[in-house]
Each structure stands twice: as structure tokens, then as C-alpha cells.
T-cell receptor, first 110, second 115 residues
Framework: EDKVVQSPLSLVVHEGDTVTLNCSYE??????LLWYKQEKKAPTFLFML????IEKKSGRLSSILDKKELSSILNITATQTGDSAIYLC??????????FGTGTRLTIIP | NAGVTQTPKFQVLKTGQSMTLQCAQD?????MSWYRQDPGMGLRLIHY???????DQGEVPNGYNVSRSTTEDFPLRLLSAAPSQTSVYFC??????????????FGNGTRLTVT
């Protein structure tokens, strides 16, 4: 059975800290991995990763894929209260099936 | 520019009742999918479709039916609601072949409570 697992499930840090969120996967025919941020409503897209070892960056957020280890990390530096959210990773397979992970709930304390 | 439209936004059902959650998109997306999200959890795939007349099961299909008679619409049916189906339901769409290459377009969700 295909699996996407994120860790930790929950994380509480102080404003200004750096956090690393993990996503590991076991799928049959990997095509890409996506990261999303979810606040009140629907998830919003952050990154798409298809190639191993290439870092994607957007401001204080960055992400990298390791196809050998079947995993990805999402880093957030100099965290702000607006970073408080659920962070979701999702894996896309060749048959277009997109499976989300369990999510990491990140809380930033001012 | 409607995007993905889900109706209703909120619904309360009694155990055993049936209902259909509606999802429509106006972007000519072949790929459409339904997810449920329980409190504090990630999204779990219920059913998905890569085009009209084609549907497939996700991780948690039991208790739900879908059909895809048009490109625009992908309704989700609960035949006999159970309290375990209390959740927030999201519909999402994309172009086939683009599901992994571009972000999914999400609806705003339907909050369903089964008592």
C-alpha cells in the first residue's frame, strides 16, 4: 500500500527559530513531490520537486528531494507567527494518483 | 473566473441519510479528485477521475460513490451517512499529465457533520 508519512506530527517553536519538516514516501511509480501550506481553508501550493538534490527556494522557505532515501525536507528559517499552519506533502504517481501525507502542525510562539 | 466550486459549504445529516456533495470546475481539467480531512490530519484521497467516464478509488473509498459523466462535474455520494464520515471534504482538479507538474486547484471545502 502506498504511504506518505510526515514527521513530526506537531511542532511548537519560538519566533525566529529554524524548523525542518520531514516527508518520507513509499509509492509504486514516483513522479513528483509537492509541498502545501494549509491555514484556515484549502491548501496553498509551496513547492514541486521532481529531481533529486535540487533545492527549491522561496524567501525563507526551501525544500529538497532525496530520491535515494525516498524523502524530502522543508526548511523554514527565521520563523514568523504567520508561518503557523499545517504543512502537507503530497506524492504524485505515474497514474496521476496524488497521495497526501499526515501533515505537520507548526505553531510559532511570539 | 470561478475555478473549483463546491456546494454546499456546510451540511448536517442524520445517520443513515444520503446526500451528494457537488463539485464543478470551469477550467476544462480532466483530473478531478475528492479528499477528506479530519481534525488535525492531512488529506486522504477518497476517489479520483482522469476523465469523463473514468473513476478510480483512493485510500478511503468505502461508503462513498462517484461518477464522472461530464468533464466539469464530479459529485460525491454518501449513500448511508455514518458519524465516521463527519469531516471536511475538498474537491481538487488539474490537467491530466499536469497533476505532478503544477499545483492542484482546490475548492473551498464542504464541512459535513453526521449526528
Amino acid at each position: 500500500e502506498d504511504k506518505v508519512v510526515q514527521s513530526p506530527l506537531s511542532l511548537v517553536v519560538h519566533e525566529g527559530d529554524t524548523v525542518t519538516l520531514n516527508c518520507s514516501y513509499e509509492v509504486t511509480n514516483f513522479r513528483s513531490l509537492l509541498w502545501y501550506k494549509q491555514e484556515k481553508k484549502a491548501p496553498t501550493f509551496l513547492f514541486m520537486l521532481t529531481s533529486s538534490g535540487i533545492e527549491k527556494k522561496s524567501g525563507r522557505l526551501s525544500s529538497i528531494l532525496d530520491k535515494k532515501e525516498l524523502s524530502s525536507i522543508l526548511n523554514i528559517t527565521a520563523t514568523q507567527t504567520g508561518d503557523s499552519a499545517i504543512y502537507l506533502c503530497a506524492v504524485v504517481e505515474g497514474n496521476e494518483k496524488l497521495t497526501f501525507g499526515t501533515g505537520t502542525r507548526l505553531t510559532i510562539i511570539p | 473566473n470561478a475555478g473549483v466550486t463546491q456546494t454546499p459549504k456546510f451540511q448536517v445529516l442524520k445517520t443513515g441519510q444520503s446526500m451528494t456533495l457537488q463539485c464543478a470546475q470551469d477550467m476544462n481539467h480532466e483530473y478531478m479528485s475528492w479528499y477528506r480531512q479530519d481534525p488535525g490530519m492531512g488529506l486522504r484521497l477518497i476517489h479520483y477521475s482522469v476523465g469523463a467516464g473514468i473513476t478510480d478509488q483512493g485510500e478511503v473509498p468505502n461508503g462513498y460513490n462517484v461518477s464522472r459523466s461530464t468533464t466539469e462535474d464530479f459529485p460525491l455520494r454518501l449513500l448511508s451517512a455514518a458519524p465516521s464520515q463527519t469531516s471536511v471534504y475538498f474537491c481538487a482538479s488539474s490537467y491530466v499529465g499536469q497533476v505532478g507538474n503544477s499545483p492542484l486547484h482546490f475548492g473551498n471545502g464542504t464541512r459535513l457533520t453526521v449526528t
